[in-house]
Structure formats: C-alpha cells, structure tokens
Nanobody
Framework: QVQLVESGGGLVQAGGSLRLSCAAS????????MGWYRQAPGNQREWVAS???????NYRDSVKGRFAISRDNAKNTVYLQMNSLKPEDTAVYYC??????????WGQGTQVTVSS
C-alpha cells in the first residue's frame, strides 16, 4: 500500500521560510519522479515543483527562485524548501507521484499559511 506522509507546514510571516518533507512507502522511491502540489481554498489543486528520478527539477513560474525541491533516496523522502514566502503561497501542500496524481490518489497534505 502506497503511503505519502507530508509534514513541515505551519504559520509563517511573509518573507519567511518553511521546509516541507514527504516520507514515502510502498513504492520503489528511487525509480519514481516526485512532485509537490498545492490547493488554496476555492481553487483547484495545482502543480508546484517536480524532481525526476535522476534529480532534474522543474518549477511553476510563480515559485522559481524561491522554492527548491530535493530528494533523499536513502530516506525515501522528498523535500520542498520554501523561501521568501508570500500570502499567495497559502495552501494545503501535497506530495505525489505524477501517476498517482493523474488518477486522483492524494494524501492528507500539510497546511501552509503565510500571513501578511
């Protein structure tokens, strides 16, 4: 059974930083691309960043230069370092594999709230 457990969210002031973690089990983590997604109240879930099994990264334009995705295959964990946070970054953040995201399988996520 696949489990993706997100953690590290919280309340932070604008300009602050948070580091999200996602521990994976039930998959061959090192073989999978991983992504971070987010959903703000009233909005659709959106892709934020992804990292391939080989470590290549990609970001949505609004977070480029502020967020950094990384992975530790020895720990089956993917991270999202978020710097210079803005109120518009407020959302529930989820990690997922692209295939599970496509089929609508999601974990509980972790809430990030950025105050102005």
């Amino acid at each position: 059974q696949v489990q993706l457990v997100e953690s590290g969210g919280g309340l932070v002031q604008a300009g602050g930083s948070l580091r999200l973690s996602c521990a994976a089990s039930g998959i061959i983590f090192s073989d999978n691309a991983m992504g971070w997604y987010r959903q703000a109240p009233g909005n659709q879930r959106e892709w934020v960043a992804s990292i391939t099994s080989g470590g290549r990264t990609n970001y949505r334009d609004s977070v480029k230069g502020r967020f950094a995705i990384s992975r530790d295959n020895a720990k089956n964990t993917v991270y999202l370092q978020m710097n210079s946070l803005k109120p518009e970054d407020t959302a529930v953040y989820y990690c997922n594999t692209p295939s599970r995201a496509m089929f609508g399988y999601w974990g509980q996520g972790t809430q990030v709230t950025v105050s102005s």
